[in-house]
């Protein structure tokens, strides 16, 4: 007899919300660690925050740990904290400092010369 297409047949790691959080979080640390480590160090000394080793260490460590442990678990919800201080307050200060800010909430630069 021909299986039925569920939505956990289709997509085996998305069984249950348990799952779903699980990879969300995933994808949120990795985001946070990919976002660190490309960014070039000088940034992060303009910036005036913890420096590119350090929140790549610790970025890396606490995405680690979730694979390897639970996102449940001590270290994976320090990580959580971590990965969501680094998206909320670092990297907007890294992007400022970088020049390349959203310059106010839909506020544009005006081009050209100053009106008199």
Request: no cysteine.
């Amino acid at each position: 007899m021909l299986a039925l297409a569920t939505f956990p047949t289709l997509f085996p790691g998305f069984a249950n919300p348990i799952d779903v959080i699980w990879w969300v979080l995933l994808g949120l640390k990795l985001v946070a660690l990919l976002d660190a480590a490309f960014r070039p160090r000088a940034v992060f000394v303009a910036a005036d925050k913890l420096t590119k080793p350090g929140w790549v260490l610790i970025l890396a460590t606490f995405t680690l740990s979730q694979i390897f442990q639970s996102w449940l678990s001590f270290f994976g919800l320090i990580g959580i904290v971590a990965a969501g201080v680094y998206l909320v307050d670092a990297r907007p200060a890294l992007r400022a400092a970088a020049g390349r800010g959203r310059g106010g909430w839909g506020i544009r630069r005006r081009r050209g010369p100053r009106p008199l």
